[in-house]
Each structure stands twice: as structure tokens, then as C-alpha cells.
């Protein structure tokens, strides 16, 4: 396996909008293998293709504290949102920021895995947050995205001092 870098703000690349994935062949597997070691060794709880700069509607997922219940989501849609969380998000690629996000509590993600198989799931509390949080990376948006303008210029104003002082 090899582990892949993650792209992090202010790198454009992760502002790309990811194709869908067509062809479910042993590369993409070993893709999906690479992307869970890398978020594993990281450590995260989610990563996008897009973080790798991969543009292909993949993420992988692992929320358990035992780190054994891995997903891969491949071309996923959220079908059905319900509710409203706020929940404090970071992300891989943007390293030392944490912020409050607001999303919805309950959804209904329809995908493939990596054999083409079609899969649907019900997910709340964080594996809700997670997959959203995971397939707006997809579109190209980042948690901070979502913030207000002013809060969202605080965070990248912190993220280019930790960037400077990691030189
Ligand atoms: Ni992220």
C-alpha cells in the first residue's frame, strides 16, 4: 500500500469538482486501500479523493474508535436530509482548524462499493456529519465554506500563521 499526500488550503485543487467513477476494476480497489491507509496514518476519520487529487467521486469513512469498520463510498448522493446538528468539524486539509458546522442530523446516502455494487444506508449524529462533511469535498468545498465570511477569514488568517510558523 502506499499513502498518498493530502493536498491542504489554500491549494485550488481542492476547490475541483469530482467525475463519477465508471469503471470498478483491481486500480480503484488499490486506490480505496491507499486512501484508508492514508486516512488511517493520518489520523482522520474521513478523506476524499479530492484531498489526494484524485478527481473521482470517492471517500472513505472510519468513525469507529477500534478503527475496523471502514467504508468506501463511491459515487454517493444523499438522497433524503433531516434535522439540524452543530457539531465542531476539522479537516485534513486544514490542519489546526476547528469550527462549528450546521448540518442535518438524519440522511439517506445511496452508493456504490468498490465492486459496483449498489448500497443504501441511513446515517445520523457524527457518521452524518462525516459523510457531509466528505462529499461537499467532492463538489469542492471545504468545512470553512460554510462559515460565516468574518469567521472564515479568522480561520484562514490562523491557518497561513501555523503555515509560516511550520516553515
Ligand atoms: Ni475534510
Sequence with gaps: MTKLTILTLPDKRLKTIAKPV????????????NMLETMYEAPGIGLAATQVDEHIQLV?????EEKNQPLCLINPKIIQKDGQ????????????????????????VKYQDETGKEHQMQADELLAVCIQHELDHLKGIVFLDHLSPLK?????????????NSD
Design 22 to 33: 465508471t469503471v470498478f476494476d483491481q486500480k480503484l480497489q488499490e486506490f480505496a486501500n
Design 60 to 64: 472513505v469513512i472510519d468513525i469507529s
Design 85 to 108: 446538528q452543530v457539531h465542531e468539524e476539522g479537516c485534513l486539509s486544514v490542519p489546526g482548524i476547528y469550527a462549528k458546522v450546521k448540518r442535518a442530523s438524519t440522511i439517506e
Design 152 to 164: 472564515r477569514k479568522m480561520a484562514m488568517k490562523k491557518l497561513e500563521k501555523e503555515a509560516e
